[in-house]
């Protein structure tokens, strides 16, 4: 993995999890109804750095998978069942049936594996975990609009063998490069330009609003293996891997709506995911 210079916004002080936070548009909930918003009628037209980092670190769970540790997203709480979005390969290290996943406070619960959803080879599997607390609920992107240039912000937990040395939750700016229509294998579609390190893989990508536009997957330089393999079977070519191989990639949260509806709810996420302007022409790669 290559270590590069990343842009960390500090913590401006600690988070009170938990609670109601109007800046961020999301809300507590009565048990027994699923914590949600509208973004049409509750979405703030601008969100600071500040803000942000604040709410992607209180949506964003570490998810310990054997000797390994990736991050998760928390998208759903029905009564008291929470749902969690992660990636599948976070999950091959554990042991295939439940994970523990540590809050935004610190707690540590045993999340169960959601085995009646096929992802149909997308990079994402679902956990459940139960808790009486109130932890926020992430907000989807409804509808997202992508394009080139557009600033977006990643985060999650890198992982260290010593975890001593764990450096906790990481917050990274930057910006959409390429939007493919041809969609990689397992699902990765949004290149990126942000810094995603081992262990940030499950994490949330979010647009200047703070909603989730996407599921961190795939970091830049990858150590071994061509991963830019098509789901139709064609390969890259070698301008387009070298190209491609400088960004991070995400699984576009549509994706997983797409595949698992009733976790949209109240929203309509009908749609597919929408280009202000055409994808970045790469060579040797037909835009289907």
Do not use: C
Not at 87 to 107: A, E, K, R, W
Not at 220 to 231: D, E, I, R, S
Not at 277 to 286: E, T
């Amino acid at each position: 993995m290559a270590w590069s210079f990343q842009i960390i916004v500090a913590s401006i002080g600690s988070l009170l999890i938990g609670l109601s936070v109007e800046i961020f548009y999301l809300s507590t909930f009565p048990q027994g109804e699923v914590q949600e918003t509208n973004p049409e009628q509750t979405l703030p037209a601008e969100i600071s750095a500040e803000q942000l980092h604040q709410l992607a670190e209180s949506i964003t769970v570490k998810v310990l998978s054997g000797e390994n540790w990736g991050s998760g997203i928390i998208i759903q709480k029905k009564g008291q069942t929470y749902t969690v979005v992660t990636n599948n390969h976070v999950l091959i290290f554990g042991n295939g049936s439940s994970y523990p996943v540590q809050t935004p406070d610190g707690q540590i619960y045993t999340a169960n594996l959601v085995k009646t959803i096929d992802f149909d080879g997308n990079d994402l599997g679902l956990l459940q975990f139960q808790s009486d607390k109130n932890y926020t609920i992430a907000s989807l992107a409804d509808s997202s609009i992508l394009a080139v240039d557009q600033e977006v912000f990643a985060a999650g937990f890198p992982f260290e063998a010593d975890e001593s040395k764990a450096r906790g939750f990481v917050f990274t700016i930057g910006k959409v490069e390429l939007v493919i229509n041809k969609v990689l294998v397992g699902g990765y579609q949004i290149g990126y330009s942000n810094e995603i390190q081992k262990g940030m893989s499950g994490g949330p990508l979010l647009n200047s609003k703070g909603q989730v536009i996407g599921i961190n997957s795939m970091h830049k330089y990858p150590l071994w293996g061509n991963p830019y393999v098509f789901q139709d079977g064609s390969v890259a070519s070698e301008a387009m891997r070298q190209e491609m191989s400088q960004l991070s990639w995400a699984v576009p949260i549509q994706t997983l709506l797409t595949q698992a509806p009733q976790f949209a709810d109240r929203n309509n996420f009908s749609e597919r995911i929408n280009l202000r302007k055409p994808p970045k022409y790469i060579p040797g790669v037909s835009q289907d």
